[in-house]
């Protein structure tokens, strides 16, 4: 089991940046392979991006690649996820996840989750 707290959402302008942090609280860190997921009013929880254990694969939803960059810092047990160029449609609670499974892309596949950070985008 790991405790996963999110941090950095907040309120910003079509075409800014923000940046979404995660702390892990955990001795295995290094074991998991993390994720970003995010929920909109009304919609299921969809994929954004996911690292490997060893942060050497990074898989994207195709509604964010080039756009968003997702790291991972195993000396901080923290995982980061970079957003550029943000659209309305971005708008959505976003969650760090934490799974056993390399490449999951699905939200069943993830056994651990923080309680999420708001990120919304509006002129």
């Known amino acids: 089991q790991v405790h996963l707290v999110e941090s950095g959402g907040g309120l910003v302008q079509p075409g800014g940046s923000l940046r979404l942090s995660c702390v892990a609280s955990?001795?295995?860190?290094?074991?998991?392979?993390l994720g970003w997921l995010r929920q909109a009013p009304g919609k299921e929880r969809e994929f954004v991006a996911a690292i490997s254990y060893d942060g050497v694969n990074t898989y994207y939803a195709d509604s964010v690649k080039a756009r968003f960059t997702i790291s991972r810092d195993n000396a901080k047990n923290t995982v980061y996820l970079q957003m550029d160029s943000l659209k309305p449609e971005d708008t959505a609670v976003y969650y760090c996840?934490?799974?056993?499974?390399?490449?999951?892309?699905?939200?069943?596949?993830?056994?651990?989750w923080g309680q999420g950070t708001q990120v919304t985008v509006s002129s």
């Open positions: 955990t001795d295995a860190f290094t074991s998991y392979n």
């Open positions: 996840a934490a799974s056993w499974n390399g490449g999951a892309t699905q939200a069943r596949q993830y056994d651990n």
